[in-house]
């Protein structure tokens, strides 16, 4: 059993994931690296081991209860326990009004943004009160989740569901010492944000780039958010300092969306 803390983190195969789960690595946790893709997961696996960290990986879906299950069970069969659970998966879905919104684009979207956080929880939750000594359960949040944007009005509402499952749990868990909070990032320079800007091309007439730099251009600091500026936030709420803390949904943006 390691005697370190123990951190899973699914869609941490690359981007945000990724960055976070290798700033909890360097703060000297045990690192349980999860995603669907398999040749990207088995590539940051082998990073990760060359640069010294305690690593393992499970390759699984979140939108499926089984697979979270099993990835919670993976990281205590290997580590011996759970100390936080990070529910960072997620995609962008499909881009355009909400007028032509597909009903297939609009399951899979539900599927991985709110089913797979409330299957994350599920599981991280059952295995934190069998230890019985608490834990921190953390989840992917958005802008989007605090406010509805245009041509994303699908993706809004799977976050603004985040939302609510996060102070939900947050209530529900509290009493088992597990506290339940989100990051709520703005506009990061990562594939996801790549994969929209070719998307509002279709819809806003837009070249290549112009969509981001539109949706960045209102930043208060003056820039895009990178991964790393995620993972600032996210290693405060993984550590003890963020104890006294459960239900809130934090804004990490540069300075968009006021609260």
Same mark, same amino acid.
């Not at 976070?20 to 995603?35: G, K, M, P, W």
């Not at 929209?196 to 112009?210: A, R, S, Y």
């Given at each position: ?53 305690? !690593?393992? *990986? ?5 939108? $499926?209860?089984?697979? &979270?299950? %099993?990835?919670?069970?993976? /990281? ?77 009005? !699908?993706? *809004? ?5 985040? $939302?609510?499952?996060? &102070?939900? %749990?947050?209530?529900?868990? /509290? ?85």
């Amino acid at each position: 059993m390691s005697e370190k803390k123990v951190a899973v983190i699914t869609g941490s195969g690359q981007g945000i994931g990724k960055a976070l789960a290798e700033r909890l690595a360097n703060e000297e946790f045990t690192i349980v690296l999860s995603d669907i893709n398999e040749e990207i997961l088995t590539e940051t696996e082998n990073e990760f081991r060359k640069n010294g960290f305690e !690593v393992t *990986s499970f390759i699984g879906n979140v939108a $499926k209860p089984e697979d &979270q299950a %099993a990835l919670v069970q993976h /990281a205590v069969d290997t580590f011996g326990r759970l100390d936080v659970f990070i529910n960072n998966a997620g995609v962008e879905g499909q881009v355009g009004p909400l007028t032509s919104a597909d009903p297939k684009a609009v399951d899979f979207t539900l599927d991985v943004n709110v089913k797979g956080v409330i299957y994350g929880i599920q599981a991280a939750a059952n295995q934190m009160k069998k230890q019985g000594s608490g834990g921190k359960i953390i989840n992917a949040c958005s802008i989007a989740g605090q406010e509805g944007f245009e041509m994303l009005g !699908v993706y *809004s509402a799977s976050k603004f569901a985040v $939302k609510g499952l996060t &102070q939900t %749990a947050a209530k529900e868990l /509290a009493p088992f010492k597990i506290t339940v909070n989100s990051y709520c990032p703005g506009i990061v320079g990562t594939g996801m944000w790549e994969r929209l800007d070719e998307k509002m091309m279709e819809h806003m007439g837009t070249k290549k780039g112009e969509a981001f730099a539109k949706f960045t251009e209102g930043i208060a600091l003056g820039r895009s958010q990178t991964a790393e500026d995620v993972a600032n936030l996210v290693s405060f709420l993984a550590s003890s300092n963020s104890d006294y803390m459960t239900g809130q949904n934090i804004i990490t943006d540069g300075g968009m969306v006021f609260n």
